[in-house]
């Protein structure tokens, strides 16, 4: 399966956003699927993640509240849903998914995805 990170751009503080995650290959309910963004000069952080029925959603605390995750089976793509925007939400944006985990398990470290997409940048001015 390949990733396909899209949706980025620069906006404004306060501005909404969605960043798409197609999956190509293989239909996304066999995946868990997990967003995370690198700002310059930081490590790779988690932001969100969906279990593979997409019942089952984990954020950050940084962005909960804020940021909605979801999947598309149909699609074969997962979202992030990324609203009140603060210039510390700037980064490139990936997504990442998983076949191993249970139906119901979300994962929030790096190493725990499989499969990764390219980058996408999000640029949140003041």
């Known amino acids: 399966v390949q990733l396909q990170a899209s949706g980025g751009g620069l906006v404004q503080a306060g501005d909404s956003v969605r960043l798409s995650c197609a999956a190509s290959?293989?239909?996304?309910?066999?995946?868990?699927i997990g967003w995370f963004r690198q700002a310059p000069g930081k490590e790779r952080e988690f932001v969100a993640s969906?279990?593979?029925?997409?019942?089952?959603?984990s954020y950050s605390a940084s962005v909960k509240g804020r940021f909605t995750i979801s999947k598309d089976g149909a699609k074969n793509t997962v979202y992030l849903q990324m609203n009140s925007l603060k210039p510390e939400d700037t980064a490139v944006y990936y997504c990442?998914?998983?076949?191993?985990?249970?139906?119901?398990?979300?994962?929030?470290?790096?190493?725990?995805?499989?499969?990764w997409g390219q980058g996408t940048q999000v640029t949140v001015s003041s």
């Open positions: 990442a998914a998983d076949a191993r985990w249970t139906p119901y398990t979300v994962a929030r470290g790096t190493n725990e995805y499989a499969l």
């Open positions: 290959g293989r239909t996304s309910s066999n995946y868990g």
């Open positions: 969906i279990s593979r029925n997409g019942v089952i959603t």
